[in-house]
């Protein structure tokens, strides 16, 4: 009687540990997406500039005291570019845009020291242009773009 007793109640339990074990629920990761950084050494030729993406770096430490940008991130996208001829060429941050990785394009985020200048003949300049993206994502692409130039390239970033 005793062996039957001992083996009812550990059934007992044992049913009792794999009915708690079922029921918890399976953590969920959220897998956070990496910025990765453009190719090294890889310039481009657009309309007698030569242009090369340097880098990409969250940048959001450097928002101006009291600017908030809620769910978004501050990236800073560093470029070297070169005035190929002996003509003046104007160039601003406003002519490049970032491609993130849910598809959608993002303007450039205005900040007092972005890119924004002229370029004197075979003369080359260190600049940048910042972009606020949703915190979840990356850029994958930065877009050139001057219509009155009719100069247009995309760099991809290296995954």
């Keep these: 009687m005793k062996k039957i007793i001992l083996l009812i109640s550990s059934l007992f339990v044992v049913s009792v540990l794999v009915s708690c074990q079922q029921n918890e629920e399976p953590k969920q990761t959220t897998a956070k997406q ?20 340097v880098s ?3 940048a959001s430490k450097s928002l101006p005291k009291g600017e908030n940008l809620k769910e978004k991130k501050l990236m800073k996208v560093k470029m070297k ?15 490049f845009k970032a491609l993130d990785s849910n598809g959608k394009y993002q303007l450039n985020y205005p ?7 002229t370029i004197s003949g075979d003369k080359v300049i260190h600049g940048a242009v910042y972009f606020a993206i ?11 773009e001057d219509p009155k130039r009719d100069a247009f390239y995309e760099w991809a970033v290296e995954k």
Excluded: C, W
Aim: net charge negative; charged share 30%; glycine share 4%.
């Design 81 to 95: 570019i070169g005035n190929m001829t002996e003509y003046n060429i104007p160039m601003a941050a406003s002519f």
């Design 56 to 58: 990409i770096k969250d």
């Design 134 to 144: 949703p915190k979840d994502r990356v850029i994958e692409k930065i877009v050139y």
């Design 111 to 117: 900040m007092v020291d972005e890119l924004g200048e």
């Design 34 to 53: 990496m910025q990765h950084d453009f190719p090294k050494d890889e310039a481009a030729i657009v309309t007698s500039l030569k242009i090369e993406m």
